[in-house]
């Protein structure tokens, strides 16, 4: 069975300027916006939601100690800030249905 191919960017806009009677150019610039909009909001706020889809969400992982794999010695990984994102619920249920 072969998958099916992702979308690009630029179909995505090109289903969006079809869909909605607007230039291409148009649609990447609504894109673009969404994309930026998304960044800023997670740097300030810290979460960023689209709608019927997931959040977007800035999150702090404590440091704790590793091992490395190669030699066996423990090693301390330090604290930093990662971004998640989570998958809304409506989503993931339209995708892969909740078993009975």
Aim: net charge positive; hydrophobic share 45%.
């Amino acid at each position: 069975m072969a998958a099916a191919k992702l979308m690009t960017k630029s179909q995505l806009a090109a289903h969006i300027a079809d869909k909605f009677g607007m230039s291409k150019k148009a649609a990447n610039e609504v894109l673009d916006e969404i994309a930026a909009v998304a960044v800023a909001q997670t740097k300030k706020a810290g979460a960023f939601t689209l709608p019927g889809i997931g959040k977007l969400v800035k999150a702090h992982r404590k440091a704790r100690k590793g091992r490395n794999p190669a030699t066996g010695a423990e090693i301390k990984i330090p604290a930093k800030t990662v971004v998640k994102f989570r998958v809304a619920k409506a989503c993931k249920d339209s995708i892969v249905p909740p078993k009975k």
